[in-house]
């Protein structure tokens, strides 16, 4: 992972009845790195560990969750200490280069969780980087959806002159001499195709003919002369 420590020492630990240090899982040089994982403790948690592996068989020997409140002290220049609640560790460096490394990288981690900002339960940056891209899809699909909206066309309101009706009425149709009146009904608006001309108002109303003049019918008993 970039940005880990990783340092080779022989991992130590503190023996109360003697007073003194001695060598954790046999002793040996091992390969020791801090980083960010899950221990195996049980609680799954990401947070910053100390991990020691010994390079002769690659055997775990070192285990340490990096918290608030870590003692560190340094002995002499390639040898250091820390003390975690009850327990207690130490590394004896192969080179003060190894040791100025080491304590440098955990100092940094410990500034940080005083600070507050960062934490077991934190996430890591290719996490945080797998929420940010969920949200700009989120956000683009949003944004997708919207423009695809602004981009139907809005519905659109055509007036015709087709859509009234038409009504064609022949001069022939009217009787001018009968007597029974011819009831059309006639719309309130002709319209004419073009090539027909538009009736007039005189041939759609015609005048009523004159009555006939009546004859005059003698009196009875009347006589002429």
Wanted: a negative charge; aromatic letters at 6%.
């Amino acid at each position: 992972m970039e940005g880990d420590v990783r340092v080779r020492a022989v991992v130590m630990t503190r023996d109360d009845s003697s007073g003194g240090w001695v060598p954790l899982g046999g002793g040996g040089l091992s390969h020791v790195v801090i980083c960010k994982g899950r221990s195996h403790d049980g609680r799954g948690r990401r947070e910053y560990i100390i991990r020691g592996e010994r390079l002769r068989d690659r055997a775990p020997v070192l285990e340490c969750a990096v918290q608030r409140g870590l003692v560190y002290n340094k002995v002499n220049p390639i040898f250091h200490h820390w003390r975690v609640e009850d327990r207690k560790f130490g590394l004896t460096f192969q080179s003060p280069a190894d040791a100025i490394s080491f304590e440098n990288g955990l100092q940094t981690i410990i500034d940080k969780l005083d600070r507050g900002s960062d934490s077991p339960s934190s996430s890591t940056p290719e996490e945080a980087d797998t929420e940010d891209d969920g949200q700009a899809s989120h956000t683009g699909s949003e944004s997708s959806s919207n423009s695809r909206k602004e981009m139907l066309p809005k519905p659109i309101t055509i007036v015709t002159s087709e859509s009234s009706s038409t009504c064609f009425v022949r001069p022939e149709e009217f009787s001018f001499g009968s007597s029974h009146g011819v009831t059309t009904q006639t719309p309130a608006q002709i319209h004419s195709r073009p090539g027909l001309h538009q009736l007039s108002q005189a041939v759609l109303n015609p005048p009523a003919p004159p009555p006939p003049p009546t004859a005059l019918q003698p009196a009875e008993g009347a006589t002429f002369s």
